[in-house]
């Protein structure tokens, strides 16, 4: 009879080889993609291929800041995020304190439609979008893409938000008003602070979606005056066939800021992702 | 059913040591409560004698087996957890059945042993539900129900009742005595209700910081507890315990109750000396339990004067806080008895029911 | 100074608080937005399929046309294969990611030392952008370029470097395969939260009652996911069909329509061909089929449970 720890043991073996398998998976293609930065050209295209750069160069970092005008993309896509993201906050929140605090007739119901919403295909909402910013003259600007953005992702950000107040005990309110707030000083001396975290964490995760969005950024920009990192990369792929070195820099100084923010509040971004899951 | 033994058992997480060596002998069909506080072990060493978890130390033998390497599913053990872990995606019978399933009996052996167990414990009528269609008092059948149906040597219990409120708890703990008196079966039971060890065990085994302090019949426990925390632990009201001095002189053996102000306090003879052993001077604890006491009458030699500080009338008795020698001491009279505030009386007790303790060691002495 | 200044809307605002349906206006702001940005656009979109719109020919007009497109629909072959192609995606990514996810959140969740920075770094495929992850992929799957190549020819397996996205038998599978990559974390976060919530007892009641570690995980844990698991499958059956942007950045739908999916399809229909009352009513069909197979799913997951 196998004893229980030695059976721990094995499994305990097998969870590591499966972790460390998964890191691999996960990582090798990013880590190949920094490695590939630091390549020249001539390393790239090489008839034998190298793992580790031979003569790592800087020059990729360098070129394609100044070639692509990376500059203004990632201002344009830090303005739009920007704009996003508060748009969310701003609406966003003051719905789902609502949806997590009150009870009222029909909330069941709004629930599930901002839910159902989430489902609306974007292909379907790509070509009014594009008529009704060109009627409104929104094309081509941040605002335009972050009112796009906002669209899709301030239901995501009010059922994560819901989650972290749903962690506020309702009786805080009552007490706050027996002291003497009314309900929104309640919620803005009492309550918000309680959600810092919950709302940087939220409030990321809708600006790393929005930071890496392409497919509205494609539609809704046209020129230079606010076209987003990621249409631009692509661009420069696809029309001036852009080296794999200059390619891989720009990949890495995109991705950069979203792995640091990632980092930053991952703990309390899974909570908020898993929290509305697994209840519902 | 099997007989129970551990020797030596001890459990180290790094550097703590959570149970400092264990003796136990549990005969067949016997009933033995762990008790204790939480913390003190107890149920760790039930997961122990499960299997559940190893030994850092020591030998747990089951019947006539030493199973310190068996598997908890060839111990012949059945567990009953506190929050009953029932199955939650399967019916009450899929559940009482798992045990015999697993071991590949045969659909028609299952569905018997489960309508038999169903039917002594009166949920017949709940083998198709699921458990969160079910009470809490039902769940907690359906999980004795689960153990019973595998008809084991030894069965284990952490803390059943915990999750029941009070009029259930009085309910089940009389239906789990019924059941041992039934069926004879081999038990070890924890809790930190000293009510349920009393009137379960046949041996308790009160623990605290991974030591056993004692291990006895209930009546033993309670009469003659070996140092102050099982006699504090075990009663309710808890036990008095006053401190003073004891005088070994040619008087006779009498103890000097510490006076408020330091000093000596009042003098009770203990009449026959009990311990001729011990020295005069020697610091002792008295302990009575407050349904020793009774008012004084003529004859008494054992006087004891009391200030009743506080009256609470419980229906069936009178429970009155007094102060003697500057301590607080309850005793409990009868409802009949009510005095005022502020009054001034005598007690006396019964120089039976007297506990005398080493102040120093806890450690009882007479 | 400023202070004096908002003094008044704040207390109006205040005052506004105290109202009965204060919790309804709380709500407003977001039901106005997504009724203009997505109710409507969606009408628009449905009323625009049976409408003539063609940005390069302004001179057929923009009037309605019927059921045009959706008969043009039936007879166009790109519209078949995009149909199949969206469904073999959807399914293989799927339970691939299903698997993979699965297989990390058990790992995950045994909380073994070094646990908490390994779920960091497991999960960071998902949070990078489809047009970093496409062409990083890319270059790795390049036939003279890529490093997979150059491992399987120094394993043996291949002689020379092989054009996965230009071979229509492979461009398919290897864009699933970049998918199943860049989803599975999606999968394993959900998963691990749902084990984490199983109560260790059952677990141990189950080692009690004798049954093993295979056991345990039939009987115990997979019940135990089961809500999680059907709502996890159903968000991302419906984020795949939804998203054109991994394959419009990986193949844009080529070689020739061997990556070709409906969104895809209506995707470059509208930006590429500026065919919008064709896109449009591509867009419809694919939500249609989306929506029934959400009524008969969720109907199968409430029967079993």
Known sequence: MTSLSSRKRIEDVMAYGVTGFFIFFGLAPIVWL?????????????????????????????????????????????????????????????ASYSFSQYRFPGKQGLLVFYLVVRMFPAVLMVVPLFLIMRFLGLLDSSLGLAIAYTSFLMPLFIWMMKGFFDAVPKELEKAARIDGCTRIGALVRVVMPLVRNGLAATSIFVAIAAWNEYMFALMLTTSSGSRTWPVGLQLMVGEFQLPWGLLAAGGVISILPVIVLFALVQQTMVRGLTAGAVKG | MKSLTLQNVRK?????????????????????????????GKSTLLSIIAGLEEPSDGKIIIGDQIANDLHPKDRDIAMVFQSYALYPSMTVRKNMAFGLNMRGADQKTQDEAVDQVAQLLDIAHLVARRPAELSGGQRQRVAMGRALVRDPGLFLFDEPLSNLDAMLRVQMRSEIKKLHNRLGTTVVYVT??????????????????GEIQQNGPPDEIYDRPSNMFVAGFVGSPRMNFMGGNLRNTTDGLSIVLDAPEGGDGQVLPLGTPVLAASGDGTPVVLGIRPESFRPAVEGDDLRILARVELVEFTGADTLITYTVAGQPVTARLSADYRPSLGDEVTLTVDARRLHLFARDSEERLN | MIMKWLKAPMQWLAQLSEHR??????IIPSIIFICIVIIYPTISGITLSFREMRLTRPDLGTGFVGLKHYQYMITDPVFWIALTNTVKWVTVAVLMEFLLGLGVALALNRDLPGMKLATVLILLPWFLPNVVAGNMWALMLDPRLGIINDVLINFGVLTEGKAWFADPDTALPMAILVEAWHGYPFFALLFLAALKGIPKDLYRAAAVDGAGPIKAFWQITLPSMKMVIAAVIILRVIGLVNSPELLLVLTNGGPGDATQVLSLYAFQNAFTSFDFGYSGALSVIMFLILMVFCVIYLRIARIRD
Not at chain 1, 41 to 59: A, H, K, W
Not at chain 2, 21 to 37: A, K, R, S, Y
Not at chain 2, 193 to 207: G, Y
């Open chain 1, 34 to 94: 920094v490695i590939t930065s630091f390549k020249s050209e001539n390393e790239i295209v090489s008839r034998t291929l190298t793992y580790f750069p031979r003569d790592p160069i800087l020059t990729n970092y360098v070129d394609i800041w100044n070639q692509g005008s990376f500059l203004t993309l990632m201002a344009n896509s830090f303005v739009t995020t920007i704009i996003t993201v508060t748009m969310c906050i701003v609406v966003g929140t003051l």
């Open chain 2, 12 to 40: 180290r997480f790094g550097a703590l040591e959570v149970l400092k060596g264990i003796d136990v002998t549990l005969e067949e069909g016997g009933f033995l409560v762990l008790l204790g506080p939480s913390g003190c």
């Open chain 2, 192 to 209: 930190h209700d000293q009510v349920e060890a009393m009137t379960l065990a046949t041996s308790i085994a009160v623990m605290r910081d």
């Open chain 3, 21 to 26: 349906h204060w919790a309804y206006f709380l």
